[in-house]
């Protein structure tokens, strides 16, 4: 649970993308691409779910937006500190296998998770599409990495400042109409914000295209005691943690889980005031 | 450590208790325990019977007649012995045990007109707090057993809650070396993240941890077997058995509509997140929980008047007037709570609503629980619990103003390990099927006890379990030498 390495890989705005790795090689031994860590920065932290970005055998990368109180502590850690507590590995691995033609689409911080999931689809020989966007392009992350991975590259940016402006949707709805025959053989795999997955599987559908999203939902213990990360999926309650945190893109009420998300938005703007982090 | 006592004389069955317009400020413990001379006087009115049943509703079979005799010849570290042969955790049983349903419901004295017990029968469990206490208050030393024979033999505990605290402690006295798994952060189960503090105190809970590490117990927090580790790779790293206490963790919902709604929580996330993770200490601990200005907490059981009671404080902690309300299909008298749960939520001001039927949760734009929609009941023939089924009366529909919820109607096993353990044979409820005699799993030198077997029990049954799958696993042991 000590800290071994800590970078900025980017920032902007106001906003920084940190990446650490967190000694941690039981848990490397056994996570999966898709899978995540529950951890606690200290004894009266929060316990918050991240996805693992890499692994080696000494332990674990992984890579996180500095948003909430949680995060940003997370984000002030040194080299040789050790977190309170870390769990995993947690959810089911992603499923990889050769789909053919797989399209994977990241926004923002999301870039990062699927980044393992790119490299295990490659190595299982899939034509790899990527798409990456951020709201400008010094938010843009792992860039080289996923380009060095993929067969076709796509970079959006909302402000245009790099790459096609827009959305990545945007792009993805232009693939699709250059292609536009249903194949069993695709797969789309979205990790984003809500509101991007939510129009990723919007896109995908009339096209009958397989279409898989990472949620992030928030959760307490992350094994499935409490349902804190409940979403609804085909009208059927699910737990994010242990029944995810993959769903299918086409049966996911985003609607819902956009408002559970916000929760405790006045808390966390409350908590964030009183360490001068707003 | 230090437990409250009363010093006056006036009480002679019953302990004082904080008042309760101080309790709902703050989560101390309510019930202090009994001073000696209550005790004494309690301890007196035992009619030490020829053929004692209230051993024998004891699920560990506690000689309750043999420590209640030794508490009137004042030996009470002879009668926090006697309890120990049968129950390693006192203090903890003499708080959280549903006694009036046990081992006063089988006392003599009990009048035996009611479900539960009359209050003539003796005030079983706390005695068994007073022994208890004098155990941790003096320090009393576990016995460990003679013949060290097996301490060469590695045991791993999966879960450290009520049942796996009790199955360490019972391989430890014989010398085995025990390695205690835990998901979470921190130890104790359902006694950490379920019962609140002024149930069951830190502090009570955290001696009787500390009392199994100095009996050689080891604890490893976050670490989820099933996920780092599985059983197989257990047994290849040298532990010779395995002790599954993984408890009963997922909770039921009630599949109404918007049950998703914002601001409605399962009794487990809101005691998790306010037991486990402080949220009543907000902002100081991080982790937040919504308090409602109307709380409504849906389910009668035990966990129900926790959630409850919780909410009930935290809305005067936060400076709201006391606005909670219980919710239950039955009647009073069908209420599966602890007795004196029921009352000191009533005390405290929480607000029953019987033979209500929950129908529909109503949200408001941003999504947020506004009110419950709900059906009157009446009480119809009794169905396979023996308690009469509540029949929705057609046309009764009315509303229940409400801006939090709690669901509190009762778990599911956990799957997390079980899941990816296909050897582990489960019954249609996913809990696990064992031996009767040896609460030994269909996995050759996998037992098993608590709520996954057999689904949701109290503690005293999860620790009676343990105890018996504990002597399994060394029989089973004393075989491999």
């Known amino acids: 649970m000590k800290i071994l390495s800590k970078e900025v890989i980017s920032e902007a705005k106001g906003v920084r993308i940190m990446r650490i790795k967190i000694s941690a090689p039981q848990i490397a031994a056994k996570v999966k691409p898709g899978q995540f860590v529950v951890l606690m920065v200290g004894a009266?932290?929060?316990?918050?779910?991240?996805?693992v970005v890499d692994r080696d055998d000494e332990g674990i990368t992984l890579i996180f937006q500095e948003a909430g109180l949680t995060s940003r502590l997370l984000g002030k850690v040194e080299i040789g500190d050790v977190l309170y507590a870390l769990a995993g590995p947690l959810g089911h691995p992603t499923e990889i296998a050769d789909f053919g033609k797989t399209i994977l689409v990241g926004g923002g911080v999301g870039i990062a998770e699927i980044y393992p999931v790119a490299r295990a689809c490659k190595e299982k020989g899939?034509?790899?599409?990527?798409?990456?966007?951020?709201?400008?392009?010094?938010?843009?992350i792992l860039e080289?990495?996923?380009?060095?991975?993929?067969?076709?590259?796509?970079?959006?940016?909302?402000?245009?400042?790099?790459?096609?402006?827009?959305?990545?949707?945007?792009?993805?709805?232009?693939?699709?109409?250059?292609?536009?025959?249903?194949?069993?053989?695709?797969?789309?795999?979205?990790?984003?914000?809500?509101?991007m997955m939510k129009r990723v599987a919007a896109v995908t559908r009339p096209f009958g295209i397989k279409t898989i999203v990472s949620l992030n939902a928030l959760m307490v213990d992350a094994t499935g005691m409490c349902g804190c990360c409940r979403v609804t999926v085909a009208g059927k309650t699910r737990f994010s943690c242990i029944?995810?945190?993959?769903?299918?893109?086409?049966?996911?009420?985003?609607?819902?889980?956009v408002k559970r998300n916000r929760i405790y938005e006045d808390k966390e703007k409350h908590i964030c005031n009183l360490h001068n982090l707003s | 450590m230090k437990t409250k006592k009363n010093t006056s004389v006036t009480c002679i069955t019953y302990p004082k208790e904080l008042a309760s317009s101080e309790r709902s400020k703050n989560f101390s413990e309510v019930v202090f325990g009994l001073c000696e001379e209550e005790m004494l006087r309690e301890a007196s009115r035992c009619l030490q019977c020829k053929k004692p049943a209230c051993i024998a509703g004891c699920p560990v079979g506690i000689d309750i007649k043999t420590f209640i005799y030794k508490l009137t010849r004042k030996d009470y570290a002879g009668a926090h012995y006697t309890i120990k042969e049968k129950n390693n955790f006192p203090s903890i049983c003499g708080r959280v045990?549903?006694?009036?349903?046990?081992?006063?419901?089988?006392c003599v004295l009990n009048k035996k007109k009611l479900p539960f017990a009359s209050e003539e029968a003796i005030n079983i469990h706390f005695l068994e707090r007073f022994a208890g206490d004098y155990g941790v208050n003096n320090n009393l030393e576990a016995l460990m057993s003679a013949g060290q024979e097996f301490s060469k033999y590695r045991v791993a505990v999966v879960g450290s809650g009520p049942a796996g605290l009790c199955c360490s402690g019972e391989l430890a006295r014989r010398g085995i070396k025990v390695v205690v798994f835990e998901g979470l952060q921190a130890f104790g189960g359902v006694l950490r993240y379920g019962i609140p503090p002024f149930r069951l105190p830190r502090d009570i809970l955290d001696y009787e941890i500390n009392h199994l590490k100095k009996?050689?117990?080891?604890?490893?927090?976050?670490?989820?077997?099933?996920?780092?580790?599985?059983?197989k790779e257990l047994f290849s790293e040298g532990f010779s058995a395995i002790f599954l206490g993984l408890g009963a963790g997922t909770p039921s919902f009630l599949g109404?509509?918007?049950?998703?709604?914002?601001?409605i929580y399962s009794a487990n996330e809101f005691l998790t997140r306010v037991n486990l993770m402080s949220a009543y200490k907000f902002p100081e601990f991080h982790t937040p929980v919504n308090i409602g200005k109307k709380m409504l907490v849906i389910g009668g059981g035990n966990t129900a008047m926790d959630a409850a009671r919780v909410a009930l404080r935290l809305q005067k902690m936060q400076g709201l007037a006391a606005d909670t309300t219980i919710v239950y299909r039955r009647t009073e008298v069908e209420l599966p709570a602890r007795r004196l749960e029921i009352g000191h939520a009533k005390e405290e001001g929480v607000v029953f609503r019987f033979l209500v039927q929950p129908v529909e949760f109503v949200g408001d734009e941003k999504g947020f629980v506004r009110k419950i929609k709900c059906l009157q009941c009446q009480l119809g023939d009794p169905d396979d619990s023996g308690r009469r089924r509540p029949v929705a009366i057609e046309g009764s529909d009315f509303e229940i103003a409400?801006?939090?919820?709690?669901?509190?109607?009762?778990?599911?096993?956990?799957?997390?390990?079980?899941?990816?353990?296909?050897?582990?044979?489960?019954?249609?409820?996913?809990?696990l099927i064992v031996d009767a005699q040896t609460m030994e799993t269909s996995l050759k030198g996998v037992f098993a006890g608590g709520d996954i077997v057999g689904g949701e029990g109290t503690v005293i049954e999860a620790m009676g379990m343990a105890k018996k799958a504990a002597r399994a696993i060394i029989n089973y042991l004393s075989k491999k030498t």
């Open chain 1, 243 to 257: 029944d995810g945190p993959e769903f299918d893109a086409h049966l996911v009420d985003f609607d819902e889980l």
């Open chain 2, 402 to 431: 409400c801006d939090a919820a709690i669901i509190a109607v009762g778990l599911q096993a956990n799957q997390i390990l079980t899941g990816v353990t296909p050897e582990l044979k489960v019954d249609k409820y996913a809990d």
């Open chain 1, 44 to 51: 009266s932290g929060e316990r918050i779910p991240l996805t």
């Open chain 1, 126 to 140: 899939n034509h790899l599409t990527v798409i990456i966007g951020a709201r400008a392009k010094d938010l843009l």
């Open chain 2, 256 to 263: 109404v509509k918007g049950e998703n709604l914002c601001n």
């Open chain 1, 144 to 195: 080289k990495e996923l380009k060095a991975l993929s067969d076709e590259f796509f970079v959006a940016t909302d402000d245009g400042s790099y790459g096609k402006k827009g959305f990545t949707t945007d792009i993805l709805q232009d693939l699709l109409n250059q292609q536009p025959t249903t194949n069993d053989q695709r797969l789309v795999y979205a990790v984003g914000p809500l509101p």
């Open chain 2, 97 to 106: 045990c549903p006694a009036e349903y046990q081992c006063r419901y089988a």
């Open chain 2, 215 to 231: 009996l050689g117990v080891e604890f490893v927090p976050n670490f989820i077997i099933g996920r780092i580790k599985t059983l």
